[in-house]
């Protein structure tokens, strides 16, 4: 918090370049750090802990794939974004493809994921967490986290956010490797987990069923291709399409990359993220199993009565596993360690993404239907959308608990697979094809959208089956998994893309200079699609007459001063480029060496990892 205030009054947050973009000062380790924190908030400690309780190591194989993106990230995807000169994902879209209909649809699904896959499962895992540790009310708990959260995201700026973000995945890896080290002392270290883990069995199951004992191919990564709950197909393919977006399209993460001063920075940064997601497997997955092992009547309950009164939720109580292990192991002083930790998790991941929110919302919404809006009034709608954010958040918290078999991280990943892959897919195209153009995009990703919604339809009207009833899924529910889902959409998508481009008129090649992988290096002049670059122009043409007429009464200056909007702002809005560094793809040599010299020993750690643990 207090280096929360810090950066916020420290960060120039009275212009819509400071307070989004951090005025491109960012070196690699705050970027890294915020990377990860990001990525890793109160949700994954839930989700994952969870989701390893209740079905052994493979899901960390998702933590590993991300390794593999983010080298792409910085290698492929962030070049391409700076020779563009983009602050926005869906602003790379209306400049590479023309029109306004992409970038408009595009910002309204990043927002609509955000609430259902991001903002939500947080606060309600933050919220558990809470429940379990303290024993207060969960929709009590959930209200208080999130005043806190709110008044420091609307007060700061991303320049605040990351350099919280950077303290706080410090505090976050601490902890988690005290609890790790402490649980793993309690089991006999990771062959004791191995035998106590296959034995956690329920002292009340349910008659003829299976489902109380942990399963036979706990301990791999790859699982079979048709009956594994994580198959391995799917786990290698299906998951690198989601990663896709995560890392490398979606505003969260790319903002934090952009905000780097320099191309080596960028990836220096997803380096070093690549080498914090390798941690999650042992210090979140592994303590997660632990838990089970410990607690096997509460955290592997299989009876819907009985995990009803253990945690609220019928269909199992996986979910609690992180935050029991943390009440049952830890010491007293160290306990409120380990609150802290699952607080900084929860806040630096929701400011991350309010922050990403309000800048989709003010600048590619907002501002296209009010260009003549002055810089005050884009800055108030900015932080007055993070508080409506957190209403609809609120709201749809109770559909999660009963959702995925009360596996959270698996309510995250399969609402991804169904409308995230469409949004990869274009990206890929725009990137490495330039006969790709706005109406095949615009087509892919539509019929990519009905398909998905039909399959996300279908998955929250029927619902998992609990222990011991029929499966009365239709087959597409029950026989293809999220995983394979996601492929079969993103080749699709592609389809459509291909079909649709090739009968309608190309775009001309002098609109597609640095806007593809082939036209990065490209010095030609680029005629934009979009016409000149309405962000700044209109920011700027109404600041004078808007912010010298400072409010008289004392409650609107206070608030005002708060959000950092007081004094003489007539300063024009920040150039977007103000390190003129991250508007070229020049490198130092040297610097360009040591960055591809540790991505390849990155991905050496990570094969082995995945050999070792398959």
Not at 577 to 591: G, I, Y
Request: aromatic share 12%; hydrophobic share 50%; charged share 10%.
């Amino acid at each position: 918090m207090v280096v929360g205030i810090w950066a916020s009054v420290r960060a120039n947050r009275s212009t819509v370049g400071g307070y989004f973009l951090a005025g491109r000062s960012m070196t690699w380790w705050p970027i890294g750090a915020s990377l990860m924190s990001s990525n890793v908030g109160s949700g994954l400690f839930i989700g994952l802990a969870g989701t390893g309780a209740a079905g052994g190591l493979a899901v960390g194989g998702f933590e590993w794939n991300a390794a593999w993106v983010l080298v792409a990230l910085g290698w492929i995807f962030i070049p391409i974004y700076i020779s563009a000169d983009v602050v926005t994902m869906p602003e790379y879209l209306a400049k590479r493809f023309g029109g306004q209909r992409i970038r408009i649809y595009m910002s309204v699904l990043s927002l609509f994921l955000y609430i259902f896959t991001k903002i939500s499962t947080d606060i309600f895992s933050g919220a558990l967490f809470i429940q379990v540790s303290l024993g207060w009310d969960l929709y009590l708990s959930t209200g208080i986290l999130l005043l806190v959260t709110a008044a420091y995201t609307v007060a700061g700026g991303l320049a605040a956010v990351i350099y919280t973000d950077a303290l706080q995945t410090v505090i976050m890896v601490g902890g988690a490797f005290a609890l790790m080290f402490i649980a793993f002392s309690k089991v006999g270290w990771y062959q004791g987990l191995v035998e106590s883990y296959m034995s956690a069995v329920p002292s009340v199951t349910v008659a003829n069923t299976t489902c109380h004992l942990p399963r036979s191919d706990a301990f791999q990564l790859f699982r079979d291709p048709v009956s594994g709950d994580i198959p391995w197909p799917g786990l290698v393919f299906g998951l690198t399409v989601l990663a896709t977006w995560v890392w490398c399209t979606d505003q969260v993460i790319v903002q934090r990359s952009l905000s780097a001063k320099s191309l080596s920075h960028a990836k220096g940064g997803s380096v070093l993220g690549g080498y914090l997601k390798v941690l999650p497997m042992f210090f979140i997955v592994m303590p997660g199993m632990i838990s089970r092992a410990l607690f096997p009547d509460e955290v592997g309950c299989v009876d819907p009565e009985v995990c009803e009164k253990v945690c609220g939720a019928s269909v199992g109580c996986s979910n609690i596993a992180y935050p029991k292990l943390v009440v049952e192991v830890m010491p007293v002083g160290v306990r409120g360690l380990m609150l802290a930790v699952m607080l900084a998790a929860l806040m630096s991941s929701l400011t991350s993404i309010f922050n990403s929110s309000s800048t989709l919302f003010t600048l590619d919404l907002y501002h296209k239907a009010r260009p003549k809006a002055s810089e005050r009034e884009l800055m108030i709608v900015g932080r007055v959308f993070v508080l409506v954010l957190v209403c609809f958040s609120l709201l749809w918290i109770p559909v999660i608990q009963t959702a995925n078999s009360g596996q959270l991280f698996d309510y995250v990943q399969s609402v991804t697979s169904f409308l995230a892959p469409p949004i990869t897919a274009v990206f890929l195209m725009a990137i490495f094809w330039p006969r790709a153009n706005e109406q095949g995009a615009f087509w892919g990703l539509m019929i990519g959208l009905v398909v998905g919604l039909i399959r996300m339809v279908l998955e929250f009207s029927y619902g998992a089956p609990s222990c011991g009833q029929p499966d009365n899924r239709p087959a597409v529910l029950a026989d293809v998994h999220y995983l394979y889902f996601a492929l079969i959409l993103l080749a699709l998508t592609c389809l459509v893309i291909v079909v649709v481009s090739l009968v309608t008129a190309p775009i001309p090649k002098e609109h597609l200079h640095r806007l593809t992988w082939w036209s990065r290096h490209s010095q030609e002049p680029r005629i934009d699609l979009t016409g000149p670059q309405m962000i700044s122009d209109a920011v700027n043409s109404d600041l004078s007459s808007d912010s010298d007429n400072l409010p008289d009464s004392w409650w609107r200056r206070a608030a005002l001063r708060l959000c950092g909007l007081t004094g003489s702002s007539s300063s024009s809005l920040v150039p977007v480029a103000e390190n003129c560094e991250l508007t070229s793809l020049h490198e130092d040599p040297f610097w360009r060496r040591v960055c591809d010299v540790n991505a390849l020993l990155l991905l050496a750690v990570n094969v082995f990892l995945w050999g070792y643990f398959a």
